[in-house]
């Protein structure tokens, strides 16, 4: 999802860019971040300046059910890569989450903020940002909040509701008492683009500006792209129990003080990012 738009924003700076994932394809290169001796072969042949570690296990259900393969993809790859890069002087940048907080708090995380995750999605991200510190000097750990974009590889929280407007649904329901920083992939890789020559190494928070409930989110999709006639309706999130058990925090807002101090600049509101994607990549449902 990242990737689709990460790399042609790296591609049209110039740089040349190697895809790779678990799932081969005529454009994807192989490689499984947890076969050591081929990860060492692969670097040893490509011989990368700059890694981006967007690979992991981001379902929380799926987490939950098997927390052997969410901390083996999430905690022991994260390491893996790490040592690869430690090795041939390439610089990693590892993108995490805000999920590696408890969400107890009412204003936004910042990084000086200690993280304590309540699940396993974010206690396995958060041992990658431990194993990214321990295993290699040049990094930058990079915590996020509820991605958005992509289009068809848009599989986020944005992405269903734009399948449920395509199906027809004239009533939708969204959580109204949990809150994050919805972050357009575009804004967030332009940022991450700019982390190549940046060498102010360390832990930092990219994410939209502003706060907002899913909710929010769902009600500014309908209206930005025009559907009156659809109502979304405020539920509590113990409305999708059933579907989504694994415990989530009341809050993934992100604080970019780190970033705003480097003088990278923050990232725009999250409604612009939203209204952006949608009239760029969703304009055909626009009524």
Known sequence: MLASRLIPILQAQGHQTIPTDILASND???L????KKHLTEFFRNNCPDVVFHLAAKTNLEACEKDPEEAFAVNSIGAANVAEACSTSGALL?????????????DSAYVETDIPNPINVYGKSKLRGEREVQKNVDKYFIVRTSWLMGG???DYKFSGMILRQIMQGRKTIAAVDDKFGSP????DLSLHLAKLIDFE?????????????????VAKAIVNTLGYNNIE???VHSSYFQGSFPAPRPKCEVLGSEKLEATGLGALRNWRKGLDDYLNTEWSHLIT
């Open 28 to 30: 994807i290169l192989y």
């Open 32 to 35: 499984n971040i947890l076969d």
């Open 93 to 105: 940048i590892y993108l995490s989450t805000a999920g590696v907080f408890d969400g107890n708090k």
């Open 151 to 153: 289009g068809d590889k």
């Open 183 to 186: 972050t357009y992939i575009a």
């Open 200 to 216: 102010q190494y360390g832990l930092y928070h990219i994410a939209n500006s502003g706060r907002a409930s899913r909710y929010d």
């Open 232 to 234: 979304v309706n405020p």
